[in-house]
């Protein structure tokens, strides 16, 4: 048997372990500082439940003393009051996710997993707070909560620290799912292929998982390359809504899916209803300012402070001084 053979063999993902989630409100929230309605979030919940969805993440859990709630909308806090009401009645529900954020929440205000309607708390760290994201992470599994740790900004740390990190997940900790996460959109497929065989490689103890920014529009075509090298979890939203560039659009990666518990049409009928005419207030999708900063794996930030000003359009200077920022980083 050949090498293609083999890893041919070793990695296809069958239909009952995949878990798609759909992190519509909690991603989409970066748009509208976390202030959607509870009408849409009810219909984006129900909508995503039916269409086969494993977890709808419902905003962050951070704690109000890290984040001020005059400057944020209900879903940066997602409380259990607001969650029951958006999730109580709907049928055969998905499970409830909520994100922490290393730094951002107090695990003391996070009670017991009974006692709320949140079934998922993914941790959100970088690899150098990897060892508090452990902790964390961990404490939210004691809890009674399914978790995951999501290692943001990938494509800035795939040298010996993010192995090293791996490592540490895999000696250390009893959360059971690594996630890839492709924060500038930076990635292309052959690169996300190499990291979820390195996540393989170094926790095999674990799941993996990919969640993908479309800087470059390669979201959907990176979410499909991770699930070509193993990655089980694979994340989505309505439209493809998220900060700057957007996200891997949900409708893409059920709507690929043969299998019959998926149903692309109730994600159809809300993308119509509800998150389509967001745009006439809200803003994320490719543009040029994003494709540069995803090309030169830069955080977007330059990219969204620039729209809207009368130097929107200057790409080639846009580009010149992104430019100038990585030789600035390498100097």
Request: proline fraction near 6%; include cysteine; charge should be negative.
């Amino acid at each position: 048997m050949n090498d293609q053979d083999e890893r041919k063999n070793d990695s296809p993902v069958k239909a009952e372990n995949l878990r798609l989630v759909d992190c519509t409100i909690r991603d989409g929230g970066l748009t509208n500082h976390h202030d959607f309605s509870e009408r849409l979030v009810n219909a984006a919940f129900e909508a995503t439940s039916a269409s086969g969805i494993w977890a709808v993440e419902l905003g962050y859990r951070n704690s109000p003393r890290f984040r001020s709630p005059k400057e944020h909308g209900p879903w940066m806090f997602s409380e259990d009051a607001v969650l029951r009401r958006v999730t109580d009645g709907v049928k055969d529900p998905a499970r409830v996710s909520v994100m922490a954020d290393v730094g951002r929440v107090d695990p003391d205000t996070v009670g017991p997993a009974s006692d709320t309607p949140v079934d998922v708390v993914r941790t959100a760290t970088y690899v150098a707070d990897v060892a508090e994201a452990i902790e964390l992470s961990d404490g939210f599994l004691e809890k009674g909560y399914e978790t995951t740790i999501n290692i943001m900004a990938i494509s800035r740390d795939r040298g010996p620290e993010l192995v090293e990190a791996l490592r540490r997940l895999e000696a250390e900790c009893r959360t059971p799912v690594a996630y890839v996460v492709d924060s500038f959109g930076a990635l292309h497929p052959p690169e996300v292929t190499e990291l979820v065989e390195l996540f393989r490689r170094e926790c095999p103890s674990k799941a993996i998982g990919f969640h993908g920014h479309n800087h470059q529009q390669l979201a959907f075509a990176n979410s499909l390359s991770a699930v070509a090298a193993g990655a089980t979890y694979i994340d989505g939203t309505l439209y493809g809504i998220g900060r700057a560039a957007g996200n891997c659009p949900l409708e893409l990666l059920v709507g690929s899916r043969r299998e019959p518990e998926y149903d692309l049409r109730p994600l159809l009928e809300v993308i119509a209803k509800e998150i389509v005419p967001l745009r006439e207030s809200v803003e994320w999708g490719y543009t040029i300012p994003y494709a540069i900063t995803g090309l030169l794996n830069q955080h977007p930030r330059a990219a969204m402070a620039l729209l809207g000003t009368a130097e929107e359009r200057e790409y080639e200077a846009f580009f010149e001084s992104v430019l100038r920022t990585v030789a600035e980083e390498k100097d």
